[in-house]
């Protein structure tokens, strides 16, 4: 994964997740262990997910 990025809604400590944007993948890592293992998904499904979260999909 490549240019990986928090939220600008993340508070100035360390902890939220990171995206990385791949060539055929979406990377999602933790920020307080960059080193670690990291999920990745389709970009397709990501997109889903993100427009599901700004549809208020899966609001409660």
Same mark, same amino acid.
């Given at each position: 994964?490549t240019?990986?990025?928090?939220?600008s809604?993340?508070? %100035?400590?360390?902890?939220?997740?990171?995206?990385g944007?791949? *060539?055929?993948?979406?990377?999602?890592?933790d /920020?307080? =262990? $960059?080193?670690g293992? %990291?999920?990745?998904?389709?970009?397709?499904?990501?997109?889903a *997910?993100v427009?599901?979260?700004?549809?208020? /999909?899966? =609001? $409660?």
């Amino acid at each position: 994964m490549t240019n990986w990025r928090k939220s600008s809604y993340s508070p %100035h400590n360390n902890n939220c997740v990171e995206v990385g944007f791949g *060539f055929d993948a979406v990377g999602i890592r933790d /920020t307080k =262990d $960059r080193d670690g293992e %990291h999920l990745a998904v389709d970009p397709v499904q990501w997109q889903a *997910f993100v427009r599901a979260i700004k549809d208020g /999909t899966l =609001d $409660r």
